[in-house]
């Protein structure tokens, strides 16, 4: 087979969440198959974080603009090495293509109710590309993915795509995210003591932000302990419109905020904390619950979407509507020493499920199918 793999945005310093899966995907087939050729489209960066080998090959494909480099850019490269099934990975994918498509579905946010207070540039204009790519591709995808039982659901339910078009593959987890033993004090570059909160939150209204500060807040002043909070950076005007219109002012001196974590330093950064909060509104899977678990830090996360799925049955479940119920667990780990072990265990058992091997594996049978 001679199969292209879109991984646009890999390159990119800053990475996010759908552009580690893309990678995580293609360095296990890189190890795992050595008999068919790959060629992966890339646009050039900072970061060259993945090199060709005998049946890889990685193509770097200069345009100025997203929309441009995936409706022009990478058509016409797949035809002029010969592909033929082509996966795109970010949601999206040309319109105009004669290649046959697979498409990765991540989730269907874009066709959902709007919260009106996102003012992000970046957000918006990727939610309206969506919205007018993605109903005109689906018919053209010989398979659909996506990465979780809820989402194929949902995806099925909402777009009437028939359910031998869809397929669930779970996404896995680096195997560095583990217990380790910080002996250089890498967590310090960011915070000063372990024993911390910590909260991947940003203005995305579907991270909850604004509520899991809430919740922060009336910790501080019931805990006797009141353990700082270590988040990524956020908007100064956002965070002081959270501030004001909630009267929360205790949580200012005690949020530590600084700015990007680079991947690699992340172990230790779950490895130090006293607990992780993964308390969004909604996600179509959640590679954190899954880190922060494999690393053997308690996380209390949201029973909506997929996190049940993922978290498994005996995972901390709050309703991710209420500030009280987040606070409440955040005192039962600070408080009840046997929850606090039970819940590590939960977490490390919980990991073993899933790895990039077993995504890699069904990716690889997925792509057989498609071209039988």
């Known amino acids: 087979m001679i199969i292209g793999i879109e991984a646009q945005r890999i390159f990119r310093k800053n990475k996010h969440g759908m552009d580690y899966v893309v990678l995580q995907e293609i360095r296990e087939l890189q190890q795992m198959d050595l008999e068919n050729q790959y060629y992966v489209f890339v646009k050039p960066g900072d970061d060259p974080c993945l090199e060709s080998t005998a049946n890889v090959h990685v193509v770097e494909l200069k345009c100025p ?38 498409l990765t579905l991540h989730d269907i946010i874009f066709l959902e109710p709007r919260d009106k207070q996102n003012h992000s540039l970046y ?51 680096n195997d560095w995210f583990r217990p380790v033993d910080d002996k250089d004090g890498i967590f310090r570059k960011y915070i000063a003591e372990p024993g911390y909160f910590f909260f991947l939150g940003n203005t995305d209204p579907k991270k909850n932000t604004e509520r899991t500060l809430v919740a922060y807040s009336n910790y501080l002043r019931q805990s006797a302990v009141k353990r700082k909070l270590l988040m990524a950076d956020l908007d100064p005007a956002y965070l002081n419109g959270i501030i004001e219109r909630n009267h929360i002012e205790n949580i200012r001196e005690n949020i530590v905020m600084p700015g990007y974590i680079v991947n690699s330093d992340l172990p230790y950064i779950y490895n130090n904390a006293f607990a992780f909060l993964y308390t969004s509104l909604r996600e179509s899977f959640g590679i954190p619950l899954l880190e922060g678990m494999a690393c053997g830090t308690p996380v209390i996360t949201s029973n909506t979407s997929s996190m049940p799925e993922i978290g498994g049955p005996d995972a901390i479940l709050v309703n991710p509507e209420s500030s009280d119920e ?23 058992d919980r990991a073993q499920l899933f790895s990039w091997r077993k995504t890699a594996e069904q990716l690889l049978k997925l792509y057989q199918n498609c071209l039988q």
């Open 65 to 102: 603009s997203y929309p441009l480099w995936e409706q022009w850019a990478l058509p016409r490269a797949a035809r002029r090495y010969g592909v033929q099934l082509l996966h795109c990975t970010s949601n999206t994918a040309p319109i105009w293509c004669d290649i046959p498509l697979v």
């Open 326 to 348: 987040m606070t409440a667990m955040m005192l039962r780990l600070e408080t009840d020493a046997a929850f606090y072990a039970r819940q590590r265990q939960v977490g490390l």
């Open 123 to 173: 957000q918006n204009l990727g939610w309206l590309y969506r919205r007018l790519d993605v109903p005109r591709i689906l018919d053209k995808c010989r398979r659909i993915i996506t990465v979780s039982n809820f989402e194929m659901e949902n995806i099925i339910r909402k777009l009437a795509i028939p359910r031998e078009r869809m397929a669930m593959i779970y996404n896995g987890y």
